[in-house]
């Protein structure tokens, strides 16, 4: 292992490749050194340079490790239980190592029961500006463009997921139609024409950049469309695009 004296806790400056790491209980800044490896877990320093789960025995004494190799941090599992990374990847023990992209990873160590404990990794890029930006206007979230019918007919199907309920699930195109033909009677709604809509809709947003799967070969009508759709709808809900008031319009 490592000496901690090797770690540049707060002082080295935040250049290209820098790692910050943080816990609940604490945080390090670590400069990249070709072969250094950086340790989280429930154990002690230094055993660990970060200690992570320090009162939950389902955390291992040493989870995970984080090593500086061809110019990237790689993150690997150590421990018993999973870890959890963004859009829901999950790493064993005996999974690959990942390279951290520059920018934010939070990692989501499984505990006991429910628990989760989150260690949050920063990679510091080449173009970044240093030091708090308080004054600094805030950026605003992407909203993603749709007409009014399309906003209508997400509304409907994703109805769930605007009530932030846990496991939402979209309307079926059947629901969708019926509740559709009654919010708006003079819309001649079938089950083939919000299919074909909202394929255009995950298309074109597809082809913008959105952040999940939304496209498939062979695209349209398979029973892969339901996890496609959930993505899209988790996407809106998720970008401010579909907002809680939005239900309005069920109320017409």
Same mark, same amino acid.
């Given at each position: 292992?490592?000496? @901690?004296?090797?770690?540049?806790?707060?002082?080295?400056?935040?250049?290209?490749?820098?790692?910050?790491?943080?816990?609940?209980?604490?945080?390090?800044?670590?400069?990249?050194?070709?072969?250094?490896?950086?340790?989280?877990?429930?154990?002690?320093?230094?055993?660990?340079?970060? @200690?992570?789960?320090?009162?939950?025995?389902?955390?291992?004494?040493?989870?995970?490790?984080?090593?500086?190799?061809?110019?990237?941090?790689?993150?690997?599992?150590?421990?018993?239980?999973?870890?959890?990374?963004?859009?829901?990847?999950?790493?064993?023990?005996?999974?690959? =190592?990942?390279?951290?992209?520059?920018?934010?990873?939070?990692?989501?160590?499984?505990?006991?029961?429910?628990?989760?404990?989150?260690?949050?990794?920063?990679?510091?890029?080449?173009?970044e500006r240093t030091g708090p930006r308080r004054r600094?206007?805030?950026?605003?979230?992407?909203?993603?463009?749709?007409?009014?019918?399309?906003?209508?007919?997400?509304?409907?199907?994703?109805?769930?997921?605007?009530?932030?309920?846990?496991?939402?699930?979209?309307?079926?195109?059947?629901?969708?139609?019926?509740?559709?033909?009654?919010?708006? =009677?003079?819309?001649?709604?079938?089950?083939?024409?919000?299919?074909?809509?909202?394929?255009?809709?995950?298309?074109?947003?597809?082809?913008?950049?959105?952040?999940?799967?939304?496209?498939?070969?062979?695209?349209?009508?398979? @029973?892969?469309?339901?996890?496609?759709?959930?993505?899209?709808?988790?996407?809106?809900?998720?970008?401010?695009?579909?907002?809680? @008031?939005?239900?309005?319009?069920?109320?017409?």
């Amino acid at each position: 292992m490592n000496s @901690p004296d090797s770690l540049a806790r707060g002082t080295a400056p935040a250049r290209p490749g820098t790692l910050h790491a943080r816990s609940v209980t604490g945080g390090i800044k670590v400069a990249p050194q070709p072969g250094l490896t950086i340790l989280f877990g429930r154990g002690e320093r230094p055993e660990v340079h970060l @200690p992570v789960g320090e009162d939950d025995l389902r955390v291992s004494r040493k989870h995970g490790e984080l090593t500086y190799r061809k110019r990237q941090w790689w993150l690997r599992n150590t421990g018993q239980q999973l870890v959890r990374l963004p859009h829901g990847r999950l790493m064993h023990v005996s999974s690959e =190592p990942v390279p951290l992209d520059t920018g934010y990873t939070p990692v989501f160590v499984r505990g006991s029961g429910y628990r989760e404990h989150l260690v949050e990794l920063y990679v510091t890029g080449h173009d970044e500006r240093t030091g708090p930006r308080r004054r600094a206007e805030t950026l605003p979230p992407k909203v993603w463009p749709l007409d009014d019918e399309e906003r209508m007919v997400l509304v409907v199907m994703g109805q769930h997921y605007l009530l932030y309920e846990d496991g939402a699930r979209p309307l079926t195109y059947r629901q969708t139609a019926e509740q559709l033909s009654c919010l708006r =009677p003079d819309g001649r709604w079938t089950e083939r024409r919000i299919e074909y809509r909202l394929v255009a809709v995950r298309r074109r947003l597809s082809d913008g950049g959105f952040p999940y799967p939304l496209v498939h070969d062979g695209d349209g009508g398979t @029973p892969w469309d339901n996890n496609l759709l959930h993505n899209l709808l988790r996407g809106l809900v998720e970008s401010t695009t579909l907002v809680p @008031p939005d239900l309005e319009l069920l109320d017409l």
